[in-house]
């Protein structure tokens, strides 16, 4: 939340709702460090007066970054970063064709002035927690949050290393 008007500093705008079972992860993970996020179905191709206004407004409605995420022909991060200065992340979604590669290149290839910040197709996740890196200039406490939830990855990691090595690989893959 901006703690002075109240609002989310996140938004998190999809193309259609088949996208959301993807875009939750966003959301998920933004609320583990503590930040609340708003959710919308937009679409570049649907909704494209929609999908601009979001954009153009979204800087003074407290927005401190936008992920956006889209499947196929996918335009909506594109869009999104023509029409605002915040910083946009790009999710590609998998499609059933293509397995995604057209919605990867579709948001990844934008022309040189208009930046979207590409994460791994479906990477939800990822873009959540790039979101919370970037609104964690000048938040100490969010930094340490970070910095709490990489150290627990390499704990995680270590303690499966020690264990493979304990119990050896065949008794871990029946474990
Ligand atoms: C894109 O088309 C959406 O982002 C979605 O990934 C894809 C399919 O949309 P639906 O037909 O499921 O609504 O615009």
Redesign the pocket.
Known sequence: MNSATGSPLVGII??????LPVMKDAAEILKEFGLESEVKVL????TPDQAIEYAKTAETNGLKVIIA??????H?AGVTAGNTVLPVIGVP?S?KALKGID?LLSTAQMPPGVPVATVAINGAKNAGILAAQIIAEGNPELREKLRSYKKKMEKDVLAKTEKLADIGYEAYLNQ
């Not at 995420?69 to 996918?74: H, K």
């Open positions: 999809m193309g259609s709702d088949s996208d679409s570049a191709h649907r995420g889209a499947g196929g022909a996918a909506l979604i499609t919605s």
